[in-house]
């Protein structure tokens, strides 16, 4: 069983720094496409950014946002630069069953349970 857990959100001001985490079991995670997405207040849930053989970007956070992973630790990371009020939602990490990387939710088989990021101004 795929069990996806983000942590590291919390409640930051404008301009600052936060390391998101998604820790996977139940996959390897080195084989499979990872991606975080987000869901802000009264808006549909988004696409951030990607990794597989490549990493992609939602230009909203493009060059402020990097995804990477830990393949020792079986584990995804968001680091957020330079945040804005505008990125305050929930975050989710999603596992898709291909080493491809897409910016499309409905490819994403496994989703974690969410974490929070609000930005004040």
């Known amino acids: 069983q795929?069990?996806?857990?983000?942590?590291?959100?919390g409640l930051v001001q404008?301009?600052?720094s936060l390391r998101l985490s998604c820790a996977a079991s139940?996959?390897?995670?080195?084989?499979?496409a990872m991606a975080w997405f987000r869901q802000g207040p009264g808006k549909?849930?988004?696409?951030?950014?990607?990794?597989?053989w490549s990493s992609l970007y939602a230009d909203s956070v493009k060059g402020r946002f990097t995804i990477s992973r830990d393949n020792a630790k079986n584990t995804v990371y968001l680091q957020m630069n330079s945040l804005k009020p505008e990125d305050t939602a929930v975050y989710y990490c999603a596992s898709r069953e291909y080493y491809r990387s897409s910016s499309n939710?409905?490819?994403?088989?496994?989703w974690g349970q969410g974490t929070q990021v609000t930005v004040s101004s």
């Not at 795929?2 to 959100?9: A, M």
């Not at 549909?44 to 597989?52: L, P, T």
């Not at 939710?105 to 496994?110: A, M």
């Open 2 to 9: 795929v069990e996806l857990v983000e942590s590291g959100g």
């Open 14 to 16: 404008a301009g600052a």
């Open 26 to 32: 139940g996959r390897t995670i080195s084989n499979y």
């Open 44 to 52: 549909e849930r988004e696409f951030v950014a990607a990794i597989s």
């Open 105 to 110: 939710q409905y490819d994403y088989r496994y």
